[in-house]
């Protein structure tokens, strides 16, 4: 997927639709992978057909339409922060182990401190976006994002999202998005692939 230019395909989803459930409906991801992700992908590909970003991938995409083709950053966005997503929960759960356990404790004040802020940040964005856990100037780091903004337009390293925007959760708990956020957080978010994301950015580095 990394090198792969338009037209580009909805990615598969990495479990089946009713695996996050009851935390996350099998109802909701059929729209919110089904209709929204698929919408994002589409609309992406009719309005990159013959301009200067056919031949980028999805990540250069959404770095050079940032700040200067508002459309085309939406969609683009929106396309990478959905697979992203997908690929932050699974139906295990699980807690941060390792040198990501000691990069929690050393820049967010341990695993609840995370737990409390990632959740604050959810909750607190104002109307449609993503909070998310960054590695950025070598420090972890939990930030919010607006509508279809993203970390990786603003060179820093994703390593957990959460969805925020309605469609994520209002099937499932209506107007509740604090008890969306924090079932989520509690039990959904894979931790494995958190480290991946940071194992993959150490040795960008060191190339
Ligand atoms: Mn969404």
């Known amino acids: 997927m990394a090198t792969q230019t338009a037209p580009f395909q909805l990615p598969p989803?990495?479990?089946?639709?009713?695996?996050?459930?009851?935390?996350?409906?099998?109802?909701t991801l059929s729209f919110h992978y089904g209709k929204h992700h698929r919408a994002y992908v589409n609309k992406l590909n009719e309005l990159v057909q013959g301009t200067r970003f056919a031949d980028m991938t999805l990540e250069q995409i959404v770095k050079e339409s940032a700040g200067k083709d508002q459309k085309v950053f939406n969609n683009a966005a929106q396309a990478w922060n959905h697979t992203f997503f997908w690929n932050c929960l699974r139906k295990e759960g699980g807690k941060p182990s390792g040198a990501l356990a000691s990069r929690i404790d050393a820049d967010c004040g341990g695993y609840d401190a995370f737990k409390q802020k990632f959740a604050d940040a959810a909750v607190n964005c104002f109307g449609s976006g993503w909070a998310w856990l960054v590695e950025k100037d070598g420090k972890l780091d939990i930030v919010a994002t607006s509508n279809a903004g993203t970390p990786i337009a603003q060179g820093q390293t994703p390593l957990l999202t959460l969805d925020v925007w309605e469609h994520a959760y209002y099937l499932d708990y209506q107007n509740r998005r604090p008890d969306y956020a924090a079932a989520v957080i509690d039990k959904l978010l894979n931790w494995d692939f958190a480290a991946e994301q940071l194992e993959k950015a150490k040795q960008r580095k060191a190339a």
């Open 13 to 27: 989803l990495p479990w089946p639709e009713n695996a996050l459930d009851p935390v996350i409906s099998a109802n």
